[in-house]
């Protein structure tokens, strides 16, 4: 299958990426064949199979109890944050 | 001193019997890592004065009288897992200033070990790559020609155990990041059963798909480190809860009464022939020792590389959307507004390879198209996964090469994604079914090593060890070290 240049700019868009000029056209070809190459999947038969959720066979997610066990550390991951006031994470103003 | 020894298992009977502190030992192997620094660039960070920090405690345990088998020896760690307050990137530039905050359940289970950190590991960026060129931290090279990929993503694991620039190293895979660069330098991974190791505090890319395991000289030594990794975690949601054995106990138990089985669709054209004649010899060892060998066939095994594709960039494109630098990792210089924070910073701190997967995973779980790829792939994955039961009906462990050929050049497929997926060929099946898989060396082409590929049912990683370990009895391929780091 073949992607336009349109495509990769909307699941870029999609994925909050933003590409250079120069990165479109080589997202556009290695796509297009990543695309092509997993259509090989199209000619399994797959008819009456579920889907795979879980690796390990009837394994599922595990639930724990809805309680508090991790302790408030925000200084220490706030040590980590691009900007941050008063304990506060900055980001440019989202409402006008 | 002189050397190192070659294993772990010598290193902790020296510190045991007194030969060298573990003081001694550290400093030795940071000698070592600085020399071969400039020429391997398996290293992203050094933890030099932690590490003698780290080894006098140790010594003052042994002293004590508290030590254990593995006080005092030294280890590296892949860059993917946390390490408290040592800078943790997964080799992106993305983390390229992130602190950890804490440590990986792995790297305290192996610090409670006694274990002594040397530093973090070079990788593939976010683990994905398959000869460590998208790391943000420039390519691992090879050390047996550094012309050479080492493999990926965990070059730096496998490139710097090959140098015996470190005793061992802790690594990660997805897809076969620990098999492929292992056999590719000459050294022995295990990649055990998916929630076997916690996955709590390593950096996430495909969450049904990874798990930790080692990279070590010998099958031994990844013996006696992978108790210390393993168990239940409650901290990881998939991590299982099953009983830990000694895996040392069993790895001089008799191969009379294995049955092998090699997997017909392992031999298939794009095989190396001279790699697949290392493969042969090394199974007419296992027969000397006593192994049966039948043929077994798992037909959907072709499809793994196109069903991998489609689920591991699904979750890696849903795993690192996390990164939307507000509350840590790059962010981009005056942002106009949010979205432009969100897509500059991503479009700045991703990497090429790393850009692609989270674009093709966005593409096959957008509306139209989730069912035509994901649930599709899932269930190509069922097939998979069903015929790997079936031949476990037939045989104890299936063998196969590890790889298609040996290392290749630096920059040789850099342009072709779909050629750099194919090294991945034989090793992605198990993680698709979440089995545990080994690679050990079983000898050179053109100076190049190659590993053998030993896969097995759930939670057979004491037989698989045991297996690798008898070869590594017979033979002394996994001993050999480049002779430029000898």
């Not at chain 1, 695309?35 to 090989?40: I, L, Q, S, Y």
Request: glycine share 10%.
């Amino acid at each position: 299958m073949s992607l336009t240049r349109a495509d990769i700019e909307n699941i870029a868009r999609l994925a909050r990426l933003e590409l250079t000029e120069a990165e479109i056209p080589v997202y556009v070809d290695s796509l297009s064949k990543i695309f092509a190459f997993v259509g090989e999947l199209d000619r399994a038969p797959t008819a009456g199979i579920d889907p795979m959720a879980h690796p390990m066979p009837g394994l599922a997610q595990r639930l724990r109890a809805d309680e508090v066990t991790e302790t408030n550390r925000r200084d220490t991951f706030q040590q980590n944050a691009p900007k941050v006031e008063a304990g506060l994470y900055l980001v440019p103003k989202v409402i006008e | 001193m002189s050397a190192p020894a070659p294993t772990v298992a010598a290193l902790a009977r020296g510190l045991a019997e007194g030969a060298f502190s573990s003081v001694e030992l550290t400093r030795a192997y940071l000698e070592r890592i600085a020399a071969a620094q400039p020429s391997l660039n398996a290293f992203i960070t050094v933890t030099g004065e932690s590490a003698l920090k780290a080894a006098a405690e140790a010594d003052a345990a042994r002293a004590a009288g508290r030590a254990g088998r593995l006080t005092g020896v030294p280890i590296g760690h892949k860059d993917i897992f946390c390490t408290e307050g040592v800078l943790t990137t997964c080799g992106s530039k993305m983390l390229g200033n992130f602190v950890s905050p804490y440590d990986a359940t792995i790297v305290s289970g192996l610090r409670a070990a006694g274990t002594v950190m040397l530093g973090k590991l070079n990788m593939d960026e976010f683990a994905m790559g398959s000869s460590n060129e998208t790391s943000h931290f420039g390519p691992v090279r090879n050390p047996w020609d550094t012309q050479m990929v080492p493999g990926g993503s965990s070059g730096g694991s496998a490139a710097s155990v090959a140098a015996r620039i470190v005793p061992a190293a802790t690594a990660t895979d997805t897809g076969g990041s620990i098999r492929q660069p292992a056999a590719l330098c000459g050294v022995t991974g295990i990649k055990p059963t998916y929630g076997r190791c916690s996955r709590y505090g390593m950096i996430a890319f495909a969450s049904s798909l990874d798990q930790a395991g080692l990279i070590t000289v010998s099958a031994e030594d990844a013996a006696l480190l992978l108790g210390p990794m393993s168990g239940f975690d409650p901290r990881d949601s998939t991590s299982v809860d099953s009983p830990v054995p000694d895996y040392t106990a069993t790895l001089g138990d008799s191969l009379q009464g294995l049955t092998i089985g090699l997997v017909r669709e392992f031999f298939d054209k794009g095989l190396d022939a001279a790699c697949e004649q290392r493969i042969r010899d090394a199974i007419a060892v296992y027969e000397k020792l006593g192994a049966k060998v039948r043929e077994v066939s798992c037909p959907n095994l072709p499809l793994s590389v196109p069903t991998y594709y489609v689920v591991a960039p699904a979750e890696c494109s849903s795993n690192l959307a996390r990164f939307d630098g507000v509350r840590f990792g790059h962010r981009c210089d005056s942002p106009k507004n949010l979205l432009d924070l969100y897509c500059r910073s991503r479009g700045e701190g991703f990497g090429a390879e790393v850009k692609r997967r989270i674009m093709t995973g966005t593409y096959v779980l957008s509306a139209g198209y989730y069912d035509a790829y994901y649930l599709k792939a899932q269930r190509v994955r069922q097939l998979i996964s069903a015929d790997f039961a079936r031949a476990f009906k037939e045989c104890d462990l299936l063998f196969g090469p590890t790889t298609p050929t040996p290392a290749f050049r630096i920059g040789a497929k850099c342009d072709d994604p779909i050629t750099m997926y194919l090294n991945d060929i034989y090793t992605i099946g198990a993680n698709l079914a979440g089995l545990p898989g080994m690679s050990i060396p079983c000898g050179f082409v053109d100076g190049l090593p190659i590993g053998l590929q030993i896969v097995g049912p759930h939670f057979s990683e004491a037989r698989m060890l045991n297996v690798a370990h008898r070869y590594q009895q017979e033979t002394d391929w996994h001993l050999k070290t480049p002779s430029a780091f000898a």
